[in-house]
T-cell receptor, first 112, second 114 residues
Framework: DVKVTQSSRYLVKRTGEKVFLECVQDMDHENMFWYRQDPGLGLRLIYFSYDVKMKEKGDIPEGYSVSREKKERFSLILESASTNQTSMYLC???????????FGPGTRLTVL | AQSVTQLGSHVSVSEGALVLLRCNYSSSVPPYLFWYVQYPNQGLQLLLKYTSAATLVKGINGFEAEFKKSETSFHLTKPSAHMSDAAEYFCAVTMNSGYSTLTFGKGTMLLVSP
């Protein structure tokens, strides 16, 4: 079974802090994705990556950056957290040439 | 460009009743279509997907969906709801390239009453 894990289920941070959200997949998938999920808005793509050290902006990249130094790991970085970044963050991965994405359990981030 | 519209943010059914969750899509190329389910405090799990083979697609837990090109629809159905089906359901669309991203609908919360 594909397994996508995220470093924390719940996280509370202060405004202005630098926040790292980690995602690891164990199926040697080339593609990895970061979404945020908000009530009534569904899932919105923040960033994605098709290969190591490669990144592409999604629909809402402002205020975020990413890092992919190893194939299995994709990190989402909030350089200076703000209260409007309070949300559920979901990581996903997929194999090159397929469209089916496999999701992690999510990290619920609260910025105070 | 591609988009998905899910009609109804909440759908309520009684246990044993038919489940119908609506999804309409817009895509400039023949689409691949997906339904995902999210149980409380969990990530998304794939229910089923349409990839241009059979128009009637069967998924897990007794769900199925029918691709209707003329109506640009991909509605999700289940003949008889169980309490355990209570969850949020997301429809998603992508171009069938294997390199494109998924565009999700806003989700429909399914409520099942005894």
């Amino acid at each position: 079974d594909v397994k996508v894990t995220q470093s924390s289920r719940y996280l509370v941070k202060r405004t202005g802090e630098k926040v790292f959200l980690e995602c690891v997949q164990d199926m040697d998938h080339e593609n990895m994705f970061w979404y945020r999920q908000d009530p009534g808005l569904g899932l919105r793509l923040i960033y994605f990556s098709y290969d190591v050290k490669m990144k592409e902006k999604g629909d809402i990249p402002e205020g975020y950056s990413v890092s992919r130094e190893k194939k299995e790991r994709f990190s989402l970085i909030l350089e200076s957290a703000s209260t409007n970044q309070t949300s559920m963050y979901l990581c996903a991965s997929s194999s090159l040439g397929t469209d089916t994405q496999y999701f992690g359990p999510g990290t619920r981030l609260t910025v105070l | 460009a591609q988009s998905v519209t899910q009609l109804g943010s909440h759908v309520s059914v009684s246990e044993g009743a038919l489940v119908l969750l609506r999804c309409n899509y817009s895509s400039s190329v023949p689409p691949y279509l997906f339904w995902y389910v999210q149980y409380p405090n969990q990530g998304l799990q794939l229910l089923l997907k349409y990839t241009s083979a059979a128009t009637l697609v069967k998924g897990i837990n007794g769900f199925e969906a029918e691709f209707k090109k003329s109506e640009t629809s991909f509605h999700l159905t289940k003949p008889s709801a169980h309490m355990s089906d209570a969850a949020e359901y997301f429809c998603a669309v992508t171009m069938n390239s294997g390199y494109s991203t998924l565009t999700f609908g806003k989700g429909t919360m399914l409520l099942v009453s005894p």
